[in-house]
């Protein structure tokens, strides 16, 4: 079935590094675009990055542009989100998201979505 | 602060309908089909509930149901059950140079 399963999440300190990872499986990965999107402990939502089916083009939201990289290996079903420079307020759950669109340049709707993975940034 | 705004809270019995509004601006909702919303049960992953406005994926039920007027999207449920009683966020493409998808801060259901 189609899946996503997010790890790599831990406890990490201040101006610490972590790379996520999410494995796809169920569906022509290289087809689609794929977000990462995190949550706060009892906070809504909130759209993390975006990467284009064949990694051509990459979105960053504000408070994490020039601290987060995303990337994805097609040939091994893959995205990732190095996390560097990390701070207090990175603590969220992690989630990744595949795109409904295929082949789309841009964000349609989060069809699918991962279980999380936890990242706690604390001394 | 979220860039879309809906409702904190909202409540209805069973067999009841309610609709949760979510407001934006020409640069997101009023000027993009691309609204979805998406239902949050404690300690669980989203899901995808409404997409394009007002279209349903496969498998939700068609209790569900979404539009828009303005910069204004809404979800409307009919029918309330308890099952139903979650978090429910809207999003939607946003073409500000800061971000490239926004969220609402989200709204609890209360199913009386």
């Known amino acids: 079935q189609v899946q996503l399963v997010e790890s790599g999440g831990g406890v990490v300190q201040p101006g610490g590094s972590l790379r996520l990872s999410c494995a796809a499986s169920?569906?022509?990965?290289?087809?689609?675009?794929m977000h990462w999107v995190r949550q706060a402990p009892g906070k809504g939502l909130e759209w993390v990055a975006f990467?284009?089916?064949?990694?051509?083009?990459?979105y960053y939201a504000d408070s994490v542009k020039g601290r987060f990289t995303i990337s994805r290996d097609n040939s091994k079903n893959t995205l990732y989100l190095q996390m560097n420079s990390l701070r207090a307020e990175d603590t969220a759950v992690y989630y990744c998201?595949?795109?409904?669109?295929?082949?789309?340049?841009?964000?349609?709707?989060?069809?699918?979505w991962g279980q999380g993975t936890m990242v706690t940034v604390s001394s | 602060q979220s860039a879309l705004t809906q409702p904190a809270s909202v409540s209805g019995s069973p067999g009841q309908s309610i609709t949760i509004s979510c407001t934006g601006t020409s640069s997101d909702v009023g000027g993009y089909n691309y609204v979805s919303w998406y239902q949050q049960h404690p300690g669980k992953a989203p899901k995808l509930m409404i997409y394009d406005v007002s279209n349903r994926p496969s498998g939700v039920s068609n209790r569900f149901s979404g539009s828009k007027s303005g910069n204004t999207a809404s979800l409307t449920i009919s029918g309330l059950q308890a099952e139903d009683e979650a978090d429910y966020y809207c999003s939607s493409y946003t073409s500000s140079s800061t971000l490239h998808v926004v969220f609402g801060g989200g709204t609890k259901l209360t199913v009386l």
């Open positions: 998201a595949k795109d409904k669109l295929r082949y789309s340049s841009s964000y349609d709707a989060f069809d699918i």
């Open positions: 169920g569906f022509t990965f290289s087809s689609y675009g």
């Open positions: 990467i284009r089916y064949d990694g051509s083009n990459k």
